[in-house]
């Protein structure tokens, strides 16, 4: 263990959703452009402060997609990824499916941030199927935003509500995308996906030690 | 050719042949051709395969065309939503058939069929369960799917507005699959809300060129 | 021989690049999409009848294109493929080289009517270069008209200058594209090029006879 | 990231570096980025392969860039013109290796670069001298030649007009290669004849995003 490289505060208690949020919304670089994902990610947008010039991108066709619509500001030809009604704000463009997913997947997005059910130590992503034999698969945009953009940031609880592991040393769900993970923010640690391994950067309750018990894989700080 | 100014959807719908591939724009009801899906459950063409982003909500639109037993296989991004029930029933009973492709995928795809590219290796989707039996190809260290071409017969699309040959705008993420799937059907039919005279559109913020629209149909309801 | 199926006038002369442009004209339908190559090509929308309701393409990104530009009217960011200052009919688009192109390889064009130093009996067509040893290749959108309109029509005299025939049983020069080309309209003749062989559909001076002894290859009626 | 409003053409070629793909918009004069190309003749990166659509008229431009030996390599489609000498004495020497792209297949390989796609598969020059050593493959019936991404590391393109944020519209034809190129390349740089207000541009008309925009010059003579 490396107490300058990884931050451990044993006071402070498992991040909630919108500490997670606020965490995430910490890291994203000033002027940024940012494609957060359909359910928690979309949490993101509200801790990113006003002057921080980050762009966001929905992927049906919209960049600088403003906050929900309220009231009469709701216009069905508006919505975000999630079909819920967004509003555009200045210096906003939009353009059709094809060249939306070309910015995507051309690596033009500085940052994605993605749910997860499982991420692996490789950095596999496995969000868009449970494997389920009845499920009925439906992917979306999930495989499009896990490849294409320069970094990817999963947000998630580290445990299933029943105490399983999310990140894994290999991903049992059906995968997403491969190697696609750069950065892993959880209700007790986050953690980056390198070359060498699974890296500690800061925990919030647990010791590294603690952590390194409860997971089936080898932590680095 | 030039392009036909539909009084009504069933004149806009004329002509749909059973076994046609059937492109169907929205993205949720945003650029939804609501008229037209309508037109074509009266107009009766069966044995379809539908290519749209979902695979209907509710008991209306595309969902109602399924409820009929009229579309043979759906080719989506994601089917499976809150009120997707039609959808879910007929695949579970095994009567509709599902090829899931990814959101960017299936409009490259039609992208293709447009522009004339005979295939393309996208990294989209390489080592996950959709690229099963695809060919792929390591480029630049990267894993490949080859993408083939989805062509439609017919494309089903809203837009905003068009002018009377037939170009088309379209109004803010209403756009979304719109342009792609005009550029690769044979026959493309767009519900608009308003017809304009020619000249009335800025030919610099022309979205879709007249040169791939067939039939313009009018919102009745506009 | 075949009358009934082949026209032709022992008392007309051979035409002219403006009769051949005319006869072009002729033959493009009500409301088609066209684009003409640079060169002699471009003769062809002289002769199109103001109610024809021809739409013109240029590759440089342009539909509903107008007659070229005079005087005042004349703009450095409105050219033809020729870089020729040209006008905008009431009803035009404009669009980047990328989906012009697409527009073009995708099969969208009705017609394209090209120049060319041969072309053969399969529909092969060299237009692009002559294949001299020192000649700088330059090629720049002949091969994607050739392959993308769904009929592609030659405009071009029968025999160079020195007689040489420019319809052949096989091209010697650089191909532009394999089995691209539907109509060949020369000075002396009309030819349809079909899955059987080449076909005369008009002649404009000699016999079909004639012409079948000046040419290297099999003529049908 | 956010985009930098340059005062001077020298700043905004800064940082070019020797070995460089430049990608050079502009078809004939229109859309030519000419003080974009004057700065990089002053900046020196030398060493150069340049992709733009032609090689250079008369003696300003790229053809002046040209003359001074620091290119090593263009790609284009159609370097010969009446007044393209600085190349072809260039050429006829030995000095400068060209690859000729069929004009489409150009602006599609840019486009693939920009849009993530590994290669495709193309018609365009099948069983022509252009498509000699690269894979082809029957799709079909019909035979297709294998295309890879052009990327650049630097794009200079001419717009029309930009909002503070970066997004670009461009004017008539001049549109051409710009907002292919723009999509292409690591660093890219507009040239345009005005900067307005962010919001001064309808969303609807924006061709080039502001994403793929990182240095902006108000043209001198503007």
């Keep these: ?221 | 050719m030039t392009v036909r100014l539909c009084a009504h959807a069933d004149e806009a719908v004329a002509g749909i042949q059973d076994g046609s591939t059937v492109l169907v724009g929205g993205f949720g009801m945003a650029g939804m051709p609501v008229e037209l899906i309508d037109g074509l459950i009266r107009q009766g063409a069966k044995d379809l395969t539908v290519v749209s982003n979902n695979a209907g909500n509710g008991d209306s639109g595309l969902a109602a065309l399924l409820a009929k037993g009229r579309v043979r296989k759906v080719i989506c991004s994601f089917p499976r939503q809150a009120d997707s029930y039609v959808f879910d029933g007929l695949y579970r009973a095994g009567d509709i058939e599902l090829e899931v492709v990814p959101q960017g995928s299936l409009a490259e795809r039609m992208r293709a069929a447009g522009a004339g590219i005979g295939a393309f290796f996208c990294p989209t989707g390489a080592g996950t369960l959709l690229a099963e039996g695809k060919e792929t190809r390591v480029i630049d260290g990267r894993t490949h799917v080859l993408e083939y071409p989805i062509r439609g017969d017919v494309a089903l699309i809203g837009a905003h507005r068009a002018d009377r040959m037939g170009n088309l705008v379209y109004r803010k993420t209403a756009r979304n699959f719109g342009p792609v799937m005009a550029t690769a059907a044979t026959t493309v039919i767009a519900q608009v809300r308003e017809v304009v005279d020619t000249g009335m559109i800025d030919p610099e913020s022309v979205v879709t060129p007249s040169i791939y629209v067939d039939r313009v149909l009018q919102e009745a309801s506009a």
């Design chain 1, 1 to 221: 263990m490396n107490p300058d490289r990884t931050s451990v505060d044993a006071e402070r208690r498992p991040l909630g959703k919108h500490d997670i949020a606020a965490l995430i919304a910490r890291d994203i670089p000033q002027g940024a452009f940012v494609n957060l994902g359909i359910g928690q990610p979309t949490l993101v947008a509200d801790h990113l402060p006003a002057d921080s010039g980050v762009v966001l991108h929905t992927e049906n066709g919209l960049l600088n997609m403003g906050p929900a619509a309220q009231g009469d500001a709701i216009d069905p030809d508006l919505t975000n990824a999630g079909k819920v009604p967004v509003t555009e704000l200045p210096g906003a463009a939009y353009f059709h499916h094809a060249d939306s997913f070309a910015m995507m997947r051309g690596g033009h997005l500085d940052i994605c941030v993605l749910g997860a059910f499982q991420v692996s130590a490789a950095g596999d992503l496995a969000n868009w199927h449970t494997g389920a034999p009845d499920a009925i698969p439906a992917v979306g945009g999930a495989m499009d935003l896990a490849i294409g953009a320069k970094k990817v940031f999963v947000m998630m609880t580290l445990f299933t509500k029943t105490g399983v592991p999310k990140l894994v040393s290999g991903c049992t769900y059906p995968l997403t995308g491969l190697a696609c993970v750069d950065r892993v923010y959880t209700d007790l640690a986050v953690f980056d996906i390198t070359p060498r391994g699974v890296t500690v950067r800061e925990t919030f309750g647990p010791t590294v030690d603690d952590l390194a018990g409860r997971l089936d894989l080898p932590l680095l700080t």
